[in-house]
């Protein structure tokens, strides 16, 4: 017998696109470099001049403005990128508005910065632009977007009418020759760079001698780990989230070899009941004509087995981990080389917590390559220590060094300890950071005294990283060199030739003290 | 007037031996569930769509009076209301003249029984009783069976039984099979609703593993609440209750039906629901045989919206019949 009854539907509930095809019909005319350049300077000279409270009142007008947008946004996204507009009302605009908000109440904090900034990256969608610009508009700079996207230029279009001083926020291609021409104006002191890791590290080679201060947002796929406790039907969930197609860059699934037929089971079910269709109905999960690309699952058989795997190749840059047991949960993001791992949940974001690798003031890469190959091995052994192991050997090398400079090495050995941010984001959800070691660092000293060299290594060293230095021979060196002694070899490595090297086994350039790096760890609780 | 009957192409869930294995490792994450129901609330069903899914509403419903001062009238009223829920205007409206939308069932207290039989002859609603020393459950269990078959022995085609939370705070599943499988039995061939008084159990860890336990033990609907605990059905406890039924589908190839109870207030919680059904579960747990809402008030809720939606009406209590 089948049922009498007719089968229930959602019906038509399509946004208004009209602005959003409008907007798109216009002729989009892209400045060249040097009067989008001109403009922005322009614009930012009386920009920087006003009074961070008021720069912070006008970014909070423009996060306001976008909220009132949304659907504008939501339309363009989908009319652009076929990315559904459920997705951009609940997920893109929200972490877009958090940023503008959380920027403008950073504005009073500000040293303010001077010049432009340029932000680099194709395709990585709108919160990541805005979380991109928004430092930079908070901190008295204008943006020049290298970017042919409707939504960067809808984007430069808010801001205008949110009330930044006209010109602020510019767009230019995003060609080779654009970018090369923007990397060559003196006027742009900051690139901050949204895009894969080989790309940001040639870059990176490519700032290292002019200056400019820089930040990466390195993009990559997500691991998905689901241990043998997970709750399936969750992980399935996180899982579906992870392929539709909106801002990530691919998903890789590592799935215990005794839950994986379940898992698999499950997840072809989940999958067959997105409901695809137009992106301008609020309804559709998937555009009818974009396929979600269902990955292989890798089974693993332990836990360590699941880190080995998410780490190699080591382009994952977030982790979202399915376990029911705190300590595989804990255990496995502690171990993860991602700078974002979710434990039980997925594609958590707050501006608060840390996704970019900032780099200050680049500095010079003094090293070969036997150096750096060794130095790459000694960190390894250095950073598997645990860090009250690692504080007692710096203890032993401050001892060696006179009176000032290991109460100094003291000092900075106890700030590296300290620093770090956890918070509640919503009831039943928190993050917290965990120092995370970078690697190999290319550090050149802010100043040649001994004093300054203790400065520049000290917490690179207590954080797990190995050292390069930069430094010329003289007593200062000397003076390290013997304190030294006691630490395995290669962990400090001198040099006084400059070498540019563009090499992925160096993490990173620094004038002055290393940043720390902290990976962001979120967790979702309840009962 | 149609008769519903139950939909023979779905048979009745017979139950199955009792697996630890199938449920003891099971894990259920609140916070996930909850990620899950805030995405389910972005559904927007269309306005002209609306009208459709409240009548479905109705028809899912097991229009309930369990109060201490229920009389024979006060039942006899319930079952009117329950063959006709909406005014004659707006069935015409709904274009239903030939097949006037009605209850699923008809809920009351086993003393009550006879009076709804007796008001709902003809009518093909069937009469649902609780039983099992509801809402507590705390009755011995001899006196637990003998209520259930006094109900049947009256003519209710449906029995909500209660489970012995105990077993459940001190896991002890085999005694909870044990007696929900005695309660199946004394039920024979009316259908079994068993209330896991999720509120009780708190976890929804605990809200998983009782469901698959009586769905083994041969529930042929599980039900959240008994509609007297704190907390009555919520959408993160009825999501984990519509795995917990997927799962037993996967793993025992038999079919279980779902009716959250109390809690339930408005057409907007209707909607709320059916649209949890749907996603999570498809079309047929969408309709009676299925799918029930337990509810009291929640009826006038959708009359007045159905009202507004169909002639204008501003929600106005007083324009439609008291149930």
Known sequence: MSSPFATLDYGSAPVNAEAARSFLAQAAPQPAVAAAQKAASAAATAWRKTAPALRAQRLRALARH??????????????????????????????????????????????????????????????????????????GQGVVIASAAPMARAFAALAAAAGLPGGLVQTVKNDPSTEQALLALAAITHVS???????????????????????????????????????????VEAAAHLLWPGEGHGVRLHVQEGVAPRFSGKLVNRLSRLRLGDPLDANTDLAADVKPVLPDITSFRTPDEAVQLANHPGDAVAASVWSENLSFALDTAARLRCATVWLNGVNHHAPAAPAVQ????????????????????????????????????????????????????????????????????????VFFTLPDPQGVLAVTPASPGLEGLVTAVLPALAAGNAVLLHSPEGAARRALEVAAAHLPPALISFASAEKILADERLAGSFAGTPPARHKTVWAAFGT | MTVHTHDESIPRNTGTAFHQNWFARAQVNAAAVGSRVADLSRRRIAREQEPLWLTRAIECMDLTTLAGDDTRGRVERLCAKAMSPLRPDLVLALGRRDNPPHVAAVCVYPAMVPHAVKALAGSGIPVASVATGFPAGLTPLSARLAE?????????????????????????????????????????????????????????????????????????????STGKEEVNATLPVSLTMLRAIRDYQALSGQTVGFKPAGGLRTAADALAWLTLMKEELGKAWTEPDLFRIGASSLLASIEQRLDHLLTGAAPTPHRHTLA
């Not at chain 1, 201060?213 to 990559?220: P, R």
């Not at chain 2, 489970?163 to 599943?173: A, C, D, K, S």
Request: glycine share 8%; net charge neutral.
């Open chain 1, 66 to 139: 976008m909220e009132q947008k949304a659907g504008f946004l939501a339309a363009l996204a989908a009319l652009d990128g076929k990315v559904p507009v459920a997705s951009t009302l609940a997920q893109v605009v929200p972490r877009a508005v958090a940023a503008l908000d959380h920027f403008a109440d950073q504005a009073p904090l500000l040293a303010g910065a001077p010049g432009l900034a340029a932000v680099l990256g194709e395709g990585a969608g709108l919160a990541a632009l805005v979380e991109a610009v928004a430092p930079a508009l908070a901190a």
């Open chain 2, 148 to 224: 259930i078959r006094y109900a049947v022995a009256e003519g209710a085609a449906e029995i909500d039984i209660v489970i012995f939370r105990e077993h459940v705070l001190t896991q002890n599943w085999q005694a909870l099979y044990d007696e929900v499988a005695a309660m199946r039995e004394a039920c024979g061939a009316a259908h079994m609703k068993a209330i896991l008084a999720t509120g009780d159990l708190r976890t929804l860890r605990n809200v998983h593993r009782a469901a698959m336990v009586a769905m083994m033990a041969g529930a042929d609907v599980i039900k959240t």
């Open chain 1, 358 to 429: 900032h780099f200050p003031r680049p500095g010079k890469n003094p090293a070969t390559a036997e150096m750096l190959a060794a130095a790459v091995k000694a960190q390894t052994a250095w950073a598997a220590l645990a860090p009250a192991a690692r504080a007692e050997k710096l203890a032993h090398l401050a001892a060696s060094l006179p009176a000032r400079a290991a109460g100094l090495a003291h000092r900075l050995m106890a700030a590296g300890d300290a620093t770090g941010v956890s918070r509640r984001v919503q009831p039943g959800l």
């Open chain 1, 193 to 235: 760079f949204t895009g894969p890791r080989a790309k940001s590290l040639a870059l990176r080679g490519q700032l290292a001698a002019t200056g400019k201060t820089a930040s990466f947002t390195l993009s990559g796929p997500t691991v998905l780990i689901v241990h043998d406790d997970a709750d399936l039907d969750a992980a």
